[in-house]
C-alpha cells in the first residue's frame, strides 16, 4: 500500500495552504482599515488627513501576511 | 535601459533567492557579511551626502535635491514634536528619528539599485545585499530604538515610577501583576515587530521583483517595473512607519510617566479592597 505522504510532496500543499490561509486575515483586516477610512472620509471630508494613520495600520496589519509568506520558505 | 536592469534575475534555472546575508571573508574570527559591505558602502554614501547638503544650506536654498532633504526633515520634525505634549522635551529627541528616517529611506532605496543583488558575485555569493534586507541590521535598529525609549522614559521618571507605570492599580492585586508584566512582554516585543516588519518588507519586496523578472522571461523589464515602483513606494512607506511606530512608543511611554500622578491606587475604587476598610 502506498502511504499517500510518500506519493505526494506535501510541502507544496503545506505552503499552498500557509498562504490562502495566513493572507485572508489581513486581508479582511486592510479591507476594514480601507473600508472604515473611506467611510470616515464619506461622513466627514476633514477625516482625508488621516490617510497616514490608515497606512500605518495597514502597516501593522501587514506583517502578518509577510510573516505567513516568509514562512514558506521554512517549509522544506 | 531597464532590460540591463532586470536581466540578472531572469535567468533559466528559476530565481535565486537569499533571504539570509552570505559571508564574503573573514577579518579575524569576525565574518563579514554582504550586507554588512553594502551597509558600510551607503552609510559612507549618506556621510558625504549630508555633509554637502548642510555646507549648502542656506535661507532661501537652491536646488531640488536640498528642498527635498529639508522638507523630508522639516516633516519628522513636525510629527516628532507633535507627538509629545511638551514641545521642549521632544525637540531633545528630533535629530534621532531624522537620521533615522534617512538612514532607513536610503538603505532602502539603494537596496533597489541595479547590481545589488544576484549581478555581482563574489566567490559565487552576492557581493551585496540591501542593508534593511538583512535582519541582524533591523534588529539592531530596532534594540537601539527601543533601548532610547526605555532608556528615555526612564530618565524623564526614575527608575520606580517607570516600574509602576505599567501597572494600572496595585501591584499587590494578582489581577493587575499579571496584566503589568504582560503589558511589560508585550513592550519587549516591540523590538522584534518594528524589526521583523522592516526586514520582511524589503526582502519579500526583492522576492516578488526577482519572481516577476523570472516570469517575464523576455520581457522582464515590462513585468518587473511596476513592482520596482511599488517597492520605491513601500519603502518610503516603511521608513515613515518605522519613524511614527518609535515615535509614538517613546511619546506615550514619556507622557505617561511625566504625568502619572493619577496612577496611585488612591483614588482607584476597585483598588481599596485589598487595604482594610476605612471605618
Known amino acids: ?76 | 535601459m531597464f532590460g540591463a536592469l532586470h536581466s540578472f534575475a531572469a535567468t533559466s534555472s528559476g530565481p535565486t533567492v537569499f533571504i539570509t546575508p552570505l559571508s564574503l571573508f573573514k577579518i579575524g574570527n569576525i565574518t563579514i557579511t554582504n550586507s554588512m559591505l553594502f551597509g558600510w558602502i551607503s552609510a559612507v554614501i549618506l556621510i558625504i551626502f549630508f555633509t554637502v547638503i548642510a555646507h549648502r544650506l542656506t535661507v532661501k536654498p537652491k536646488g531640488g535635491l536640498i528642498q527635498l532633504v529639508e522638507a523630508g526633515a522639516d516633516f519628522i520634525t513636525n510629527l516628532v514634536t507633535s507627538s509629545f505634549e511638551d514641545k521642549e522635551r521632544g525637540r531633545k529627541y528630533v535629530p534621532y528619528f531624522v537620521t533615522l528616517f534617512f538612514f532607513i529611506l536610503f538603505n532602502n532605496w539603494l537596496g533597489l539599485l541595479p547590481g545589488v543583488g544576484d549581478s555581482i558575485t563574489y566567490h559565487g555569493n552576492p557581493l551585496l545585499r540591501a542593508f534593511t534586507g538583512d535582519w541582524d541590521a533591523t534588529a539592531a535598529a530596532g534594540v537601539v530604538t527601543m533601548g532610547l525609549v526605555y532608556g528615555a522614559s526612564i530618565k524623564a521618571a526614575g527608575f520606580k515610577k517607570y516600574i509602576k507605570h505599567f501597572f494600572i492599580g496595585s501591584p499587590l492585586n494578582p489581577m493587575y501583576l499579571f496584566l503589568g508584566i504582560i503589558e511589560m512582554f508585550t513592550d519587549l516585543t516591540r523590538v522584534v515587530s518594528l524589526s521583523i516588519r522592516l526586514f520582511l518588507n524589503v526582502t519579500i519586496g526583492e522576492i516578488v521583483i526577482a519572481v516577476f523578472s523570472y516570469l517575464g522571461h523576455v520581457v522582464a523589464p515590462l513585468t518587473a517595473t511596476p513592482f520596482t515602483l511599488v517597492e520605491i513606494f513601500i519603502a518610503a512607506l516603511q521608513a515613515y512607519i518605522f519613524v511614527i511606530l518609535s515615535v509614538n512608543y517613546l511619546a506615550i511611554a514619556v507622557n505617561h510617566v511625566t504625568h502619572n500622578e493619577d496612577l496611585t491606587d488612591e483614588d482607584v475604587p476597585e483598588t481599596m479592597a485589598l487595604r482594610p476598610e476605612k471605618a
Do not use: H, W
Open chain 1, 1 to 76: 500500500m502506498i502511504v499517500l505522504a510518500d506519493a505526494i510532496d506535501t510541502a507544496i500543499i503545506a505552503k499552498g495552504l500557509m498562504i490562502g490561509g495566513g493572507f485572508i486575515g489581513p486581508g479582511i483586516g486592510i479591507g476594514i482599515i480601507g473600508g472604515n477610512y473611506m467611510q470616515a472620509v464619506g461622513r466627514n471630508p476633514e477625516a482625508s488627513k488621516f490617510l497616514g494613520q490608515a497606512l500605518v495600520f495597514v502597516a501593522i496589519v501587514e506583517l502578518f501576511a509577510l510573516l505567513a509568506f516568509a514562512s514558506i520558505f521554512i517549509v522544506k
